[in-house]
């Protein structure tokens, strides 16, 4: 178990890390898919209609530009928002970049790192009902935060969260109190498991581990429950942003660039395939996060493009979207910087 300094035992040695810069043609430049049936090609995804819903139970939206949470349903209807009347405490105002729905499908989680803090939201009532971070106030200190991101709930009534700029990740008991953390506050240097350099992800895992997605020297590590390093691997983007775990063992995740770019890598660092469009509608401009579906598709939000779209890594094709590209607005059918997604878990109702 890690320390409060993010101190363990002796870390596992960091596996070979194989940067790759190719750029393909024929889906489109950027788009590169893995020869078919080559060993970890591209994910198998059933043909899908174009605009058909890959979300059977509907898509959490985190429409920053706006200020609001927005649930979709499969006819791309609005069946939940927040916030109304009443949601927030006095004088605050929301703007949430990430939010994840807690595993028992009553509250959802958000993180606003603009202004420093984390929100825990009951869903019956569109209600803050637990918050930690001082609003509008960065700092090291308990009961502070510094740009906090992904702030994913637990089981157990925890959230982790990753403290961006003060270069660490806690988890955060529900009386505020910090149960544990990984990376050392201040220390932003690559050196895991002692330090991170920025950490913008951290995507808690089945076995109890964390994958931890950084910015600086652009870094995914996989620790394990006990906090020891499993890989640590330098990815092909200049940005990456809230790494995502395949069933496989596999690694999707976005860069936040433009144009952008979504990837997959192995745990050794080597490429599967890129999806990186130059030009035309394809083209990414700052997508923030890439999520894998269990049916081989990838959803992302494509935040500077004022999107949410689907696509399959086995065309190198768009199958769906939400929002009107390049144009940003608050009506139906239209997002405002959409920073942060999840597919509605199927114990979720609203």
Known sequence: MASPDGTTGTPVSAAASTPVDSVGSGAGAGATPSPAGAPGS?????????????FPNGLMIVDRGNGRLIVVDN??????????????????????????????????????EGRHIVYRIDIATKKVIWSYGHY????????????????????????????????RILQIAPDKSIVRQWGTTGVCIDNAPRSYGAPNGDTPLPDGGLLITVIHGSRL?????????????????????????????NIIVAAYT????????????KLVWR??????????????????????????????RQRMIVIDPKTMKIVWQY????????????????????????NVTF
């Open 221 to 249: 590590v996989r620790l394990s429950a006990t906090g020891q390093v499993i890989f640590d691997i330098h990815v092909p983007i200049v940005y990456p942003s809230d790494a995502q775990l395949l069933p496989s063992g």
């Open 323 to 346: 929002g009107k590209t390049d144009v940003a607005g608050s009506g139906p059918g239209y997002l405002s910087d959409p920073d942060g997604h999840q597919p509605v878990p199927a």
């Open 75 to 112: 006819a791309k209807k609005i069946v939940w928002q927040f916030p109304v009347a009443g949601s927030m405490p006095k004088g605050l105002a929301f703007s949430a970049d990430d939010a994840f729905f807690s595993p028992d499908g009553q509250t959802i989680v958000a993180s606003d």
């Open 275 to 304: 999806y990186a469009p130059t030009s035309g509608s394809g083209r990414l401009n700052h997508p923030s996060l890439a999520t894998p579906l269990a049916n081989g598709l990838v959803s992302i939000n494509d935040d500077d």
């Open 42 to 54: 591209a994910p198998t995804a059933p043909a899908v209609a174009p605009d058909s819903s890959p």
């Open 136 to 167: 509008d106030a960065a700092g090291s200190a308990k009961g502070y935060l510094n740009t906090p991101d992904d702030a994913y709930p637990l089981t157990n009534g925890d959230i982790v969260v990753a403290d961006i700029n003060n270069c």
């Open 258 to 269: 433009n144009p952008g770019a979504v990837i997959e890598v192995t745990p050794a660092g």
